[in-house]
């Protein structure tokens, strides 16, 4: 399929690599372009429904510092992208959501609910933030799925989503290596 590069999956839905959008259609920042919402290591996820259609879709920049701007969270993708060269070509250790949007109802809660569970099996991705825009509908959104107010600047607001494993998931991840490496002797 054009503009898909790899899936994720879930039983309902399938988070989706994307190559290609429609940007105008992006609510929060239209004037960004697909060239560059795909280099310097940022992607775009579109999340699939039941009936195969996108149903919201995230952009993200990858970076190892929280930006307060697009302009410095462009800065800061450049200079995680060199020294991935040093880091096996791993990226930036912070995901940093710069703009979501539904295009089907309830959209935009299920692509946070899914890309939150990509990045906590991510082993190179230690948080999961955003680049929101100084609004009320972006803060009531994103305490409403669970994050927290990390800061308030000048023309935008960051927000985090604690990805930090719960205990029980601690010991089922343990179980899992047990039981593989008693699989292997």
């Known amino acids: ?23 105008s259609k992006d609510p929060v920042r239209p004037q960004l372009d697909v060239k560059f919402r795909t280099s310097d ?12 259609d996108i149903c919201a879709i995230m952009c993200f920049a990858f970076t190892d510092d929280v ?25 930036g250790s ?3 959501a710069y703009t979501v949007w539904a295009v089907k109802r309830g959209g935009g809660r299920k692509i946070v609910n899914e890309v939150y569970k990509m990045v906590k099996k991510s ?12 609004t009320d509908m972006a803060r009531r959104f994103h305490l409403a799925n669970g994050a927290k107010e990390l800061q308030v600047n000048e023309t935008s607001q960051n927000f985090e989503y604690d990805i930090e494993l719960e205990e029980w998931e601690k010991y089922l ?3 899992k290596k047990f039981f593989t490496l008693k699989k292997v002797n």
């Not at 290591?41 to 195969?52: F, P, Q, T």
């Not at 082993?123 to 100084?134: A, E, F, Q």
């Open 41 to 52: 290591g940022r992607k775009i996820y579109g999340l699939r429904d039941e009936e195969g």
């Open 173 to 175: 991840d343990r179980a």
């Open 94 to 96: 912070i995901a940093i």
């Open 1 to 23: 399929m054009p503009g898909v590069r790899k899936m994720f999956t879930n039983p309902k839905y399938r988070l989706e690599e994307l190559t290609d959008i429609d940007c």
């Open 67 to 91: 930006p307060t701007t697009v302009e410095e969270m462009d800065a800061m993708c450049k200079s995680a992208r060199l020294s991935s060269i040093h880091k096996a070509g791993i990226q």
């Open 123 to 134: 082993n190179n991705l230690n948080r999961l933030v955003t680049l929101s825009p100084l």
